[in-house]
């Protein structure tokens, strides 16, 4: 009984390890605070300033900026025409915002 036991864990485990990893942020909460902060600009992905810089996934791929690290900078410190967010929104709400972004880039918008 024991060697099942430890053999469904082991199976368990691995099966875990093959899934994709989580994204940090509330992605629904990141929603809510693109909505309120981003839509203007960036409404449905698009760009409103720089229509080559949207933030669909071939666009952030290609600027480097497919990863919550990069987007979480941009978000925080702002650039050229974007400006910077810390300060106006917290970590977390930066961190939501991230997820967020990203997770519709890879549903397409």
């Not at 981003?38 to 409103?48: E, K, S």
């Not at 025409?81 to 939501?96: H, K, Q």
């Amino acid at each position: 009984m024991k060697n099942f036991v430890w053999s469904l864990c082991l199976i368990c485990l691995a099966w875990l390890m093959t899934m994709a990893p989580a994204l940090a942020g509330d992605s629904a909460h990141g929603g809510q605070i693109f909505a309120s902060n981003c839509a203007a600009c960036h409404i449905g992905g698009g760009n409103v300033v720089n229509a080559a810089k949207t933030l669909k996934l071939a666009d952030l791929e290609q600027y480097g900026m497919a990863s919550l690290e990069a987007i979480k900078t941009q978000v925080t410190n702002g650039k050229s025409a974007m400006p910077a967010f810390a300060g106006r929104l917290t970590e977390e709400d930066i961190e939501d915002v991230a997820t967020y972004v990203l997770a519709q880039a890879e549903k397409g918008w």
